[in-house]
């Protein structure tokens, strides 16, 4: 059963730091890229930023670069976010999705999210 599982979300203060974890199985991540999406209430889901099967990073929304980065460990079967100096509006649920190869708009495969609140 191919399955994505995202984990790490819960409550930070601005400024703060969390990781998320979107762990794989069924299927071996090596040939996926990985794409890290969000949605807030209300709105729509955005695109974050994905990392290709041979790690190269892609930005698709300015307004966290410098401050989220992303990283896989194959030998884990998992893809992480990092997410630094976070901000309220970084309030949402994130999902990781898969495809293969290289990063784009085309992912087949999704978790079931996890939720980010970012409040004092």
């Known amino acids: 059963q191919v399955q994505l599982v995202e984990s790490g979300g819960g409550l930070v203060q601005p400024g703060g730091s969390l990781r998320l974890s979107c762990a794989a199985s069924?299927?071996?991540?090596?040939?996926?890229?990985i794409g890290w999406f969000r949605q807030a209430p209300g709105k729509e889901r955005e695109g974050l930023l994905c990392?290709?099967?041979?790690?190269?990073?892609?930005y698709y929304r300015d307004s966290v670069k410098g401050r989220f980065t992303i990283s896989r460990d194959n030998a884990k079967n998992t893809v992480y976010l990092q997410m630094n100096s976070v901000k309220p509006e970084d309030t949402a649920v994130y999902y990781c999705?898969?495809?293969?190869?290289?990063?784009?708009?085309?992912?087949?495969?999704w978790g079931q999210g996890t939720q980010v609140t970012v409040s004092s």
């Open positions: 069924g299927f071996t991540l090596d040939y996926f890229a």
């Open positions: 990392i290709s099967s041979s790690d190269r990073s892609t």
């Open positions: 999705a898969a495809k293969l190869g290289l990063c784009g708009l085309d992912y087949g495969y």
